[in-house]
């Protein structure tokens, strides 16, 4: 389905009863975000909200796409996974041998199809360009303030437009923008970007780059700046396949190499000066639940900013899990299985990337495994393919188990895992928000292979195996560190242990894990997880993600290998999911904070709920996370 504007989806939501008007004044500095973290958290992803009462001429619409339904109707299907299917029969018809005329004949009409998606410009003006700014001032957007220690307002649903300036090819991307002045952003390009990449081009040029931003219009825009596609793809071909009508584009104003979408509600048009020196830029409270720290990062001066006559300011917010991103995420999921499976993965049957791992930390997939080793062949394919390069955490299961049900996947997978054998370390390029890495977008990788084994991948011993009744308080008061276990995963034939401790001296967790494996009672549970003692080990979802962003997996495990006085194996493996230091850990960057809302702001929102609209009272998710931070400030400060 096509949408004609911004507008339209908001009447599509409204109409479906996935929109909320908030008509009381909503400050965008902060408070905007905290109602929506509160929202975007209730179950299935709550409402999209509209925010008409801002301060400023233009309304604010955030978490449009903060579900599966809203989802859904984003790009006009009734089910995700119909958008894989479709590509899925595209490509076995591209890739069907084609023996007769009839045959080539038959072709015609999917080649049509093809022309029908791919963008066009068209001359004249578009609605994007009813109203002209003569003098751009980026201060009469409501550009949101997301995060107390946030380096300032940062416009963070831009759809980024540049040029490869040797070939001409269109690159459309998503990058936060925070301001600096009513004329100036920084441009928050990270290396393995293709706008990076362009940019670099430039420079070699030393010609000045023009850049394009867009905001709103067709929600199939926004979703396509976030797909992972191959370079030489264009985003609005994907955009066409999706609304089944091309994307008309117009040329801009100042600018005139650039084309954006006819339609969008908001277009910044602009330039980088590769000569120029860059702007530090951040913190930014980010999608991983974390600040991401400041960096130096190009500067992005605006020539023009031109809108709809009805312009609506679309935004997000991300954070702790989950939050409107969780869901574009599994659109992405659904929709690239195919063209993984078609093309790099033939064996893979499914996919799951859960929240807790914010993307790129844990990705689980589902093949058909008919040979020994096929689990690794997997690894290396995914681990070469795209952004699948920045997956920190790959866990293979096979046929005989779904990925649905997660309890029962874990029991399926523990059972079928020898962890001092069936787990992988690798290392190679890691997102830069990574803060876990020794050095900034380069660290460890881990594949859990849990797919049933076949002769060839299995040793003729005998492992000792968990016997049950665990005694926690024994062994936390054998180990005072250790201030929270949770051994419910045990009780429910899953073979894996979470620990809370506090670390005081360098070495401590691989000195526990060696400890606690010497007792009986621990021998024969396959994986032992450490997180920081702040972290409710109870909270299993939250544990997970706190776990998951901390851990450099080739750095952070120990591995237990060795034969007891019974002559059985005891084979078993510690990972450390624990905050990193110089002190006790030898780690030289900066750790960021977890992001968490300041207690005025939560005042706000709490004195203000009852005219929003939005139901019963919800307290702030901060409230959960406040005695988890280390010190107020987006770098962590450890006493």
Excluded at 190 to 213: D, I
Excluded at 338 to 361: C, Q, R, S, W, Y
Excluded at 365 to 382: L, P, R, S, V
């Amino acid at each position: 389905m096509a949408y004609k504007h911004l507008k339209h989806f908001i009447d599509t939501l409204e109409a479906a009863g996935e929109l909320v008007r908030i008509k009381e004044y909503v400050d965008p500095h902060l408070e905007i975000s905290e109602i929506t973290d509160r929202v975007s958290k209730m179950p299935g992803g709550g409402k999209a909200l509209l925010f008409e009462n801002t301060g400023y001429d233009f309304p604010v619409l955030i978490n449009s796409m903060g579900s599966y339904r809203r989802m859904c109707l984003a790009l006009g299907v009734q089910e995700l996974d119909d958008v894989a299917k479709e590509i899925e029969n595209l490509f076995k018809m591209l890739s069907k041998p084609k023996e007769s005329i009839l045959d080539k004949l038959s072709m015609l009409p999917k080649l049509g199809q093809f022309a029908s998606w791919m963008p066009k410009v068209i001359s004249g003006k578009g609605s994007c360009q009813e109203v002209v700014m003569t003098n751009p001032d980026l201060g009469k957007l409501p550009v949101l303030t997301c995060w107390p220690k946030d380096g300032g307002p940062f416009i963070t649903l831009p759809v980024i437009h540049t040029k490869d300036p040797n070939t001409g090819s269109r690159n459309v991307g998503m990058y936060r923008m925070q301001v600096f002045e009513k004329d100036m952003t920084g441009m928050h390009w990270h290396k393995h970007k293709v706008s990076a990449k362009h940019f670099s081009e430039y420079k070699k040029l030393n010609k000045r780059m023009p850049v394009a931003v867009i905001l709103g219009g067709d929600p199939t825009y926004t979703y396509s700046a976030t797909a992972p596609l191959p370079e030489n793809v264009d985003e609005y071909m994907l955009a066409g396949f999706l609304r089944k009508k091309k994307v008309e584009l117009v040329k801009c104003i100042t600018q005139p190499e650039l084309e954006v979408p006819a339609d969008a509600d908001f277009v910044i048009e602009g330039y980088v000066e590769p000569s120029e020196a860059p702007v530090w830029e951040g913190p930014f409270g980010d999608h991983t639940g974390y600040y991401s720290l400041a960096d130096w990062y190009p500067r992005f001066h605006v020539t023009a900013i031109t809108h709809r006559k009805d312009a609506v300011y679309p935004s997000t917010i991300v954070g702790i899990p989950p939050q409107e991103d969780a869901w574009i995420g599994k659109a992405t999921e659904r929709i690239f299985l195919a063209p993984i499976k078609m093309t790099l993965v033939p064996e893979i049957i499914d996919m799951e990337m859960p929240v807790e791992g914010v993307f790129h930390n844990l990705v689980i997939a589902q093949i058909q495994k008919d040979y020994a080793g096929q689990a690794q062949k997997t690894m290396n394919a995914m681990w070469g393919a795209g952004q699948m390069m920045f997956n920190k955490i790959l866990a293979v299961t096979d046929e005989q188990c779904g990925l649905q049900d997660y309890k029962k996947l874990a029991q399926y997978m523990f059972r079928h895992l020898d962890p001092s054998r069936d787990i992988y370390f690798s290392q190679g390029p890691m997102d830069v928000l990574d803060h876990s890495c020794s050095k900034m977008g380069f660290g460890g990788k881990m594949c859990i292979d849990g797919t049933r084994k076949f002769e060839e991948e299995t040793a003729d011993e005998t492992y000792v195996t968990y016997k049950g009744g665990l005694d926690a308080t024994a062994v936390q008061h054998a180990f005072p560190e250790i201030k929270g276990l949770n051994d419910s995963l045990l009780k429910d034939d899953i073979s894996c242990l979470l620990v809370a401790v506090e670390k005081n001296r360098a070495g401590h967790i691989a000195a526990l894990n060696e400890a606690l494996y010497k007792m009986p009672a621990i021998q024969g549970i396959k994986m032992i997880l450490y997180v920081e003692h702040t972290v409710d080990v109870n909270d299993l979802a939250a544990a997970l993600w706190r776990f998951c962003n901390n851990l450099d997996p080739k750095r952070d495990n120990f591995v237990v290998r060795f034969t007891n006085e019974a002559g059985q194996v005891v084979s078993g493996i510690g990972l450390d999911g624990t905050l990193k230091t110089k002190a006790y850990d030898n780690f030289q960057r900066d750790w960021p904070n977890i992001i968490v809302a300041d207690d005025k702001t939560i005042a706000s929102v709490d004195a203000k709920w009852s005219k929003l609209g939005l139901g019963a009272f919800r307290p702030s998710p901060s409230l959960k996370y406040k005695h988890q931070m280390y010190g107020e400030e987006a770098i962590v400060n450890v006493k």
